[in-house]
């Protein structure tokens, strides 16, 4: 079954970077939308990024304006691992980050239904 594991998180500075990473098994990786999301109690979860490849094998991001320019997404398709560059962090990016799957597609976005997800990883940024 599709499985998820994130690690990564931590407590930084404001100014920081974080680096959160995902292990997924389970189906092919490569061929699968991958995002972030966070989530802060009480509010909605917000889609951080995506990446996924087109047939021609082209990759494509898409990120909230809340972080571009300061996050970054890629993926090691021989790891099967995404991950979540996070610099220049600030206290607003104090949140529980999530990473999701939807296998075997070929365009996505953020607002796109993720069908498996991890159980998150804690990122508190003090000021």
């Known amino acids: 079954q599709v499985q998820l594991v994130e690690s990564g998180g931590g407590s930084v500075q404001t100014g920081g970077s974080l680096r959160l990473s995902c292990v997924a098994s389970?189906?092919?990786?490569?061929?699968?939308?991958m995002g972030w999301f966070r989530q802060v109690p009480g509010k909605e979860r917000e889609g951080v990024a995506v990446i996924y490849s087109d047939v021609a094998g082209t990759y494509y991001a898409d990120y909230a304006d809340s972080v571009k320019g300061r996050f970054a997404i890629s993926q090691d398709n021989a790891k099967n691992t995404l991950y979540l560059q996070m610099n220049s962090l600030k206290p607003e990016d104090t949140a529980m980050y999530y990473c999701?799957?939807?296998?075997?597609?070929?365009?996505?976005?953020?607002?796109?239904?993720?069908?498996?997800w991890g159980r998150g990883t804690q990122v508190t940024v003090s000021s």
């Open positions: 389970g189906y092919t990786f490569s061929s699968a939308c």
């Open positions: 999701a799957a939807r296998p075997y597609v070929t365009s996505c976005s953020r607002s796109a239904g993720f069908g498996y």
